[in-house]
T-cell receptor, first 114, second 114 residues
Framework: GQQLNQSPQSMFIQEGEDVSMNCTSS?????WLWYKQDPGEGPVLLIA?????ELTSNGRLTAQFGITRKDSFLNISASIPSDVGIYFC??????????????FGKGTLLTVNP | EPEVTQTPSHQVTQMGQEVILRCVPI?????FYWYRQILGQKVEFLVS????????KSEIFDDQFSVERPDGSNFTLKIRSTKLEDSAMYFC????????????FGPGTRLTVT
């Protein structure tokens, strides 16, 4: 199956700093999504990107869909303590119009020191 | 804001027992999914479901697994004879026609097989 390489695996930053994480794939995806997961909770959708080259913002979050459709990055600006969590990228295929399953990266664990 | 709900939040069962995990997807959604996440690992696709039939299933989704949409609101995952390695968080997800690039997850059911 398709594999997503997500980096870095973990990050330790000070409150107020900016952070960047990215995902790459050997295969093309139609859509890239970024999720945040808190311990014991389900993934929460942060940003969805569905056009190659698209740059989208959601508050302090900015994400881009790579022009080759094989990569994406997520930036968080001016981090705050509640940004702590695991961030996952996910690529979405469209297998004939009835299946939009996601392939997930391994996640980036973000720790923000106040 | 509508959300995906799942019950129970935690299920403990003995090896060899049957379990049914329940989900209520967002009401106007048409595509349904089950994923699982073994502790500390990435989220993995199990099965997708559309128009009352399975669209795709992964290698993990063997003959011990089945899904059903018994009525207009519930979506269930049954594991017929649980194994120790089935212990994981199980997430239900859904997306709607026309906005298929946004997939929303439930809070998960933690399954512990002893």
């Amino acid at each position: 199956g398709q594999q997503l390489n997500q980096s870095p695996q973990s990050m330790f930053i000070q409150e107020g700093e900016d952070v960047s994480m990215n995902c790459t794939s050997s295969s093309i995806f139609n859509t890239w999504l970024w999720y945040k997961q808190d311990p014991g909770e389900g993934p929460v959708l942060l940003i969805a990107l569905y056009k190659a080259g698209e740059l989208t913002s959601n508050g302090r979050l900015t994400a881009q869909f790579g022009i080759t459709r094989k990569d994406s990055f997520l930036n968080i600006s001016a981090s705050i303590p509640s940004d702590v969590g695991i961030y996952f990228c996910a690529g979405q295929e469209n297998s004939g119009g009835s299946n939009y399953k996601l392939t997930f990266g391994k996640g980036t664990l973000l720790t923000v020191n106040p | 804001e509508p959300e995906v709900t799942q019950t129970p939040s935690h299920q403990v069962t003995q090896m060899g027992q049957e379990v049914i995990l329940r989900c209520v997807p967002i009401s106007n959604h048409l595509y349904f999914y089950w994923y699982r996440q073994i502790l500390g690992q990435k989220v993995e696709f199990l099965v997708s479901f559309y128009n009352n039939e399975i669209s795709e299933k992964s290698e993990i989704f063997d003959d011990q697994f089945s899904v059903e949409r018994p009525d207009g609101s519930n979506f269930t995952l049954k594991i017929r004879s649980t194994k120790l390695e089935d212990s994981a968080m199980y997430f239900c997800a859904s997306n709607r026609q026309g906005v298929t690039y946004e997939q929303y997850f439930g809070p998960g059911t933690r399954l512990t097989v002893t």
